[in-house]
Structure formats: C-alpha cells, structure tokens
C-alpha cells in the first residue's frame, strides 16, 4: 500500500488560507479577523512554537477510519473579535467521547465550510491535538445552517453533534434520524442562543467514500492558493477575480467595481440578515446582495430604472474584495470581506464564481434552500451562474 502524502501547513500558508476561505465563503463563513484571532490566540498560549499542521488527502485515508467537522454556530457579527478557541475544542473533545463509546475511529478533522473564521477549525484543532486535517470541506463556500450543508444535500449524517461553549457547558444532539439535519439546525440554534449567540459544534462522522464522493475535495488547498495569488499580486490595480480565474482556480464573472451605498444588517435568532447595495463607479448600476449571514440572492437596478431584475441565486456565490478600505479598520485594498466587514463608503469588487458540481448531484438540491430564500422574500426558481451577463 502506497504510503500517505503528507501536506505540511506552516503560518504563512495559514494566512493565505484563511484569506482564499474568505473569499470563498461568500460573505459568511467568518471574517479574516476572526480567523487570524484565533491563530494569533493560540500563538500566545504556545510562545515560541513554529505552527505547523500535518493535511493529507481524502484518498489516503484508510478503511474503519473517520473525520469530523467542527465550526463556529452563529451570528458573525457577534462572533467578530471573539477567541474561539475553547469553544471548538471542547466541542470536538464531546463528540471524540461519543465517537469512542460508539467503536469509531475519529481520526481527522475538516473543516464544515469555508469562510475566514470557519476554516481555521479544523487547523486550530490539528495544532492542538496533532490530529492530521483533510483537504477537503462540507460545502464548497459558506451557507446558512446545518440543511444548506453539502454533507446534508449528498446524504451524510449530521447527527450525533457535541456542543460547547467556552465554559465547558456542553450538550450533545444525538437523533433518532442521524440524517435528520433540519431538527439538528433548530435544535443547535436554539441551544446557540442560550449560550450568547455563539456555540462551538463538532459533528458530521464521516469516512473516506463519504468525503471522496459527496463533498468538495481538495479546496483547503485551494483556499491557499487563492489567498497566495491575493498576497502576491504586484500590480494594485490587478482585477484579483480575473488574476484567479486566469490561473484556473475559479470560474468567475466580474459584475462591478463600486462603492458601498448602504449595508443593513438585522440580527436575530442566530443569524445576520440584510442587504448589501454598491453602485458600479462606471454605469452607475445599482447592485443589491441579499443574505442571511451568506449571499444568497444578486439583484442589479439600471441606471434610471426602477425595476430590479433578479440575477443569481444560491448555491452559486457572490463573492467580494476590498478595492478601497475608505479608513476602514483592518481592513486593507485586496482583502476578501464578509458581510460583516464591509462598511459604507468602501470601493469593492463584486463577482459571481461558480460553485462545484457536486452540489447538483442530488434531485433535491434546491429544495434545501427554501426557507432561507423565503427568509429574504424570495419564493422564485433557482438562477445559475449562467444566467449572469458577461459584464462588457
């Protein structure tokens, strides 16, 4: 038997990391600042330690073995600046005593999303505990809830779930339909509430035909070549969607550069909801990204028009970078935004990418996305990349 390719992750490729998962987690997923908080958190308690995490690939993982995916439940703009860290780990540490008293082999951890704060999870963990992370992730961008999740759309179990809070205060979800994830979301932001708006969660047991099959493969690696492209980019007027699409890293149509009109952010039962409006600096388009913590709905206004004409909806992504931070705090030109990040008055560009096909395995792809799309007044069919215009 061939022997297992270990990828070495050092900080810089962290970073990188967290940068490309941030683009890629479609406005939610966790800002970059969260996601650098809890590396330099873990920096302070361990002074003078090189990070390194050990990643291997899906396909070197072995029969009877097992990963898990361990996140951040709740709003972002409440988890903005928080330490984590206790959080994940005691999370992980109740579902490894579930997964033991039940004879599996949890081995690996993953990340269950992609966003700045939710792929340094599975990374965190690995520094921890020196557990090898998989190259892989739960959804191929971020989403909204627990039934969004590409584990879910491809018929992975969700359930049994630890959750924790940074006191140790823990509570496990162990279902009668493992497969059951809509009752799990209600269940965890429920418990995610009580516990501040935020809770640790760790669950999704899942073994290699599971992961090789129904979710996206390879994308931490991914997420640090986008963020390498980014950092090293020498030109600051690069379109950074073109730069990527060009090294074929993604499939991605530019729809504007503007400024930031308005965003509108309202939180409640665990989650940021609102509306995003830019104006293209050229056109003077109007643009608008609804979302519920992600984008889920691009919708564009001409110029002297009052009719908005939907353009895009889940699961495709619209993502956007920093063109011109206008003072904004951290924030710097070329740095990938989450919805709560982005400020009034900022230059950014706003793009639609293309999202990996094995979301449409499933017949029922869509249907997981109805009551998020109702929670944004939107009962319509769903609009595919392809159904955006090449912008001229």
């Not at 990938?336 to 400020?343: C, E, F, M, R, T």
């Amino acid at each position: 038997m061939a022997e297992e390719k270990i990828i070495e992750l050092r900080e810089q490729d962290m970073i990188d990391i967290i940068w490309g998962a941030t683009l890629m987690g479609a406005g939610g997923g966790g800002s970059i600042s969260s996601g650098i908080k809890l590396m330099e958190s873990y920096k302070e308690r361990h002074p003078g330690e090189e990070l390194l995490v050990k990643m291997i690939d899906a396909s070197d993982m072995k029969v009877g073995e097992y990963a898990s995916a361990t996140a951040g439940m709740g709003a972002p703009a409440a988890i903005v600046g928080v330490d984590f860290s206790e959080y994940a780990a005691n999370a992980a540490n109740l579902l490894k005593e579930i997964a033991e008293r039940d004879g599996k082999n949890l081995k690996y951890n993953f990340p269950v999303e992609l966003g700045g704060f939710s792929i340094f999870f599975p990374l965190l963990l690995s520094l921890n505990t020196g557990a090898y992370t998989i190259d892989a992730d739960g959804a191929g961008r971020a989403v909204p809830a627990l039934e969004t999740l590409l584990l879910n759309v491809n018929g992975c179990p969700t359930s049994p779930l630890g959750l924790a809070n940074g006191n140790n205060d823990r509570i496990s979800v162990e279902l009668a339909d493992p497969y059951n994830a809509p009752l799990a979301e209600k269940i965890g932001r429920d418990i995610c509430g009580e516990f501040g708006n935020m809770v640790g969660i760790s669950g999704w047991l899942v073994n290699k035909d599971d992961i090789m099959n129904k979710i996206c493969t390879g994308t931490i690696t991914l997420c640090r070549q986008i963020g390498e492209v980014l950092r090293t980019s020498p030109d600051a007027d690069t379109d950074m969607f073109e730069a990527l699409k060009k090294k074929g890293l993604i499939n991605a149509k530019v729809i504007c550069k503007g400024t930031v009109d308005d965003i509108k952010t309202d939180t409640h039962g665990g989650f940021d909801y609102g509306t995003l409006t830019v104006t293209d600096d050229v056109s003077r388009t109007q643009y608008y990204i609804q979302f519920q913590n992600e984008n889920l709905l691009l919708q564009r206004r001409e110029k002297g028009s009052d009719v908005i004409t939907n353009l895009m909806t889940v699961p495709d992504m619209t993502c956007v970078y920093c063109i011109d931070p206008a003072g904004a705090e951290g924030v710097v030109p070329r740095m990938p935004l989450s919805n709560a990040d982005v400020k009034k008055g900022m230059k950014i560009a706003v793009a639609a990418v293309k999202v990996s096909e094995k979301w449409f395995q499933s017949p029922n792809w869509w249907d997981v996305w109805a009551e998020c799309m109702k929670n944004i007044g939107y009962e319509g069919e769903n609009l595919p990349y392809e159904n955006v215009p090449v912008s001229e």
